[in-house]
């Protein structure tokens, strides 16, 4: 270990003691080694080995969202008018992500990515990009995103878009404030 990484005698003694309970695993039974992402779309603030995984499902027992059917969501607690300036487009939007084109693994990963670079760089809105599908089928990515984003805990609210901002191929979505110490 090099000195960058070495622990104070104080951060090892609360580093033992909150690992006292803690059982090691027979062999054979681990998680393989991480492996690094490759860079996605758009700009990173956070380093992509500093990624955290929400563990988004895609269940099969979610809502199929139709293409002209507007989606929204809110977490217990937010403010009915602060809902209404999301679902009307007056909260300025501070990032967005197009996930047109990418299949379902690739969206998942990139949605989640995504929230939390906005989060890290202090964006409170954002839209997402998600497409309308096609005319024969329900819209696959859609159905994901409205699934997924209320999965993450970081997101206050979404609500379809207005017209201008893609309308229902697209969703507005309200992110938590990330409280920094130092």
């Keep these: 270990m090099n000195k960058k990484n070495k622990l104070s ?3 090892q003694s609360l580093f033992n003691e909150a690992m006292e309970d803690v059982k090691q695993l027979k062999q054979g039974n681990y998680a393989p080694p991480y492996k ?3 860079k ?7 380093d992509d080995t500093e990624y955290i995984d929400y563990s988004l499902s895609d ?3 979610h809502h199929t969202v139709q ?9 217990h607690g937010v403010q009915a008018k602060l809902l209404k300036k999301l679902r009307t487009g007056k909260i300025p939007i501070e990032a967005h992500l197009d996930l047109h084109g990418l299949t379902i693994d690739q969206a998942r990963k990139q949605v989640g990515l995504f929230i939390i670079n906005s989060q890290s760089m202090g964006k409170k809105c954002v839209i997402i990009i998600h497409g309308k599908g096609s005319v024969k089928s329900a819209p696959k990515l859609k159905s994901m995103v409205n699934h997924w984003l209320k999965q ?5 609210a979404f609500s379809s878009a207005q017209e201008q901002h893609g309308g229902t191929g697209a969703v507005y979505a309200l992110i938590k404030t990330k409280i920094l110490y130092d």
């Design 9 to 11: 005698q104080a951060d």
């Design 40 to 46: 996605s779309q758009f700009n990173h603030s956070v």
């Design 36 to 38: 690094k992402r490759k």
């Design 59 to 61: 269940a099969q027992d």
């Design 152 to 156: 993450i805990p970081d997101i206050l």
């Design 67 to 75: 293409s002209d059917e507007k989606v929204s969501f809110s977490t």
